[in-house]
């Protein structure tokens, strides 16, 4: 039985690092609170709840479950896909990506609805060079060649 490698240094520095900074923004996410991505899940449940319901249920809805869900599906990928990606397979990879595009948006998304903060812009770079590390031409061309 093969044991999960949560980092793998034979990998290049770009996707070690991808890895590294995919565990620690789940773990920034999950410790600190689910800050932009559950006020996103808010505002999204709200208005498509709005169509369904009244607004005092679609309020309620989105005060309770989803954005605890959301916030842990997101740390959830970011894990998972930093595991994956140690472990040279492709879902991690593009689970990760998927999470890190995902984070950009939302962010970018919140930033432009309510004013780019310094922690805004943090979050930003952040994501931004998750981004960066994941899709760098070393880490696409290993991934091309190693990855199952």
């Known amino acids: 039985m093969n044991q999960i490698k949560w980092l793998n240094r034979s990998q290049p520095q770009t996707l070690y690092s991808a890895v590294l900074l995919s565990y620690f923004s789940a773990a920034l996410l999950l410790l600190f609170g689910y800050g932009i991505d559950a006020e996103l899940a808010y505002d999204v449940v709200e208005g498509i709840g709005a169509l369904f319901v009244d607004d005092r249920s679609a309020q309620d809805l989105s005060n309770t479950i989803v954005p605890?869900?959301?916030?842990?599906?997101?740390?959830?990928?970011?894990?998972?896909?930093?595991?994956?990606?140690?472990?040279?397979?492709?879902?991690?990879?593009?689970?990760?990506?998927?999470?890190?595009?995902?984070?950009?948006?939302?962010?970018?998304?919140?930033?432009?609805?309510?004013?780019?903060?310094?922690?805004?812009?943090?979050?930003?770079?952040?994501?931004?060079?998750?981004?960066?590390?994941?899709?760098?031409?070393?880490?696409?061309?290993?991934?091309?060649?190693?990855?199952t």
């Open 68 to 147: 605890v869900a959301v916030t842990v599906l997101l740390g959830g990928a970011y894990v998972a896909g930093g595991a994956g990606t140690a472990n040279e397979r492709r879902w991690g990879h593009w689970l990760c990506s998927a999470a890190a595009i995902y984070a950009a948006l939302a962010t970018m998304w919140w930033g432009v609805d309510r004013g780019f903060g310094l922690n805004i812009i943090l979050r930003l770079l952040f994501d931004a060079l998750l981004l960066v590390l994941l899709f760098h031409p070393i880490s696409r061309s290993y991934r091309r060649v190693w990855f």
